[in-house]
């Protein structure tokens, strides 16, 4: 069984930086391509960005340029590297498949104010 656990966030100022992990229990060749997706109040979950095992990143247009994913240790590890936050980048991350298969576990919180 799959199982996602999401950590690294906390509050910052806007301008600043955030490393996010996400740890992963279990195998499937679901999780060749892995994203990060987030939540902000009152408002839809959205994709942040994607990573496929070979490397091939891509983005929301809000995020690129300021965000970087990677998968640096096979199926073990997604993190998101968060530069430049601003306000609007407030909200709960979470990782998932990409597309997203499994349940969403709860996420880690990033607050950006100053």
């Known amino acids: 069984q799959v199982q996602l656990v999401e950590s690294g966030g906390c509050l910052v100022q806007p301008g600043g930086s955030l490393r996010l992990s996400c740890a992963i229990s279990?195998?499937?060749?679901?999780?060749?391509?892995m994203g990060w997706y987030r939540q902000a109040p009152n408002k839809e979950r959205e994709w942040v960005a994607a990573?496929?095992?070979?490397?091939?990143?891509n983005y929301a247009d809000s995020v690129k340029g300021r965000f970087s994913i990677s998968k640096p240790n096979g199926n073990r590890t997604v993190y998101l590297e968060m530069n430049n936050l601003k306000p609007e980048d407030t909200a709960i991350y979470y990782c998932?498949?990409?597309?997203?298969?499994?349940?969403w576990g709860q996420g880690t919180q990033v607050t950006v104010s100053s």
């Open positions: 998932n498949s990409y597309p997203e298969f499994y349940s």
């Open positions: 990573v496929s095992s070979g490397g091939t990143t």
């Open positions: 279990g195998s499937s060749f679901r999780l060749n391509v």
